[in-house]
């Protein structure tokens, strides 16, 4: 089992920042990702990252937003810039293990863990 524990969620105006963390433990992972659902709206892949670094990005949030992850410390993070306020909701972090394929995933359905999420509030 892998367990998922998020923060760095807050409220920011239009043009702020933020940074999401993600420590995971436990269980085998290669695939990483951050997953958003706004109120009303089904959920969202964000983006994605493997452990071999390669990364994914939703069309939304190409050239504002940046996954990364230290090894060293089985942390996840996403650096959000040029934040909008249809960037807010509630943001999620998974993981997957997978034998072949890639890390991509719209709506994170085949993602097998979860953290609670944190959520983020950008006001206009």
């Known amino acids: 089992q892998v367990q998922l524990v998020e923060s760095g969620g807050g409220s920011v105006q239009s043009g702020g920042s933020l940074r999401l963390s993600c420590v995971a433990s436990?269980?085998?992972?290669?695939?990483m990702g951050w997953f958003r659902q706004a109120p009303g709206k089904e959920r969202e892949g964000v983006a994605t990252?493997?452990?071999?670094?390669?990364?994914n990005y939703d069309d939304s949030v190409k050239g504002r937003f940046t996954i990364s992850q230290d090894n060293a410390k089985n942390t996840l993070y996403l650096q959000m810039n040029s934040l909008k306020p249809e960037d807010t909701a509630m943001y999620y972090c998974?993981?997957?293990?997978?034998?072949?394929?890639?890390?991509?995933?719209?709506?994170?359905?085949?993602?097998?863990?979860w953290g609670q999420g944190t959520q983020v509030t950008v006001s206009s």
């Open positions: 998974a993981a997957k293990f997978i034998l072949f394929g890639g890390c991509y995933s719209a709506g994170g359905r085949d993602y097998n863990y």
């Open positions: 990252i493997s452990s071999g670094g390669r990364t």
């Open positions: 436990g269980g085998t992972r290669n695939c």
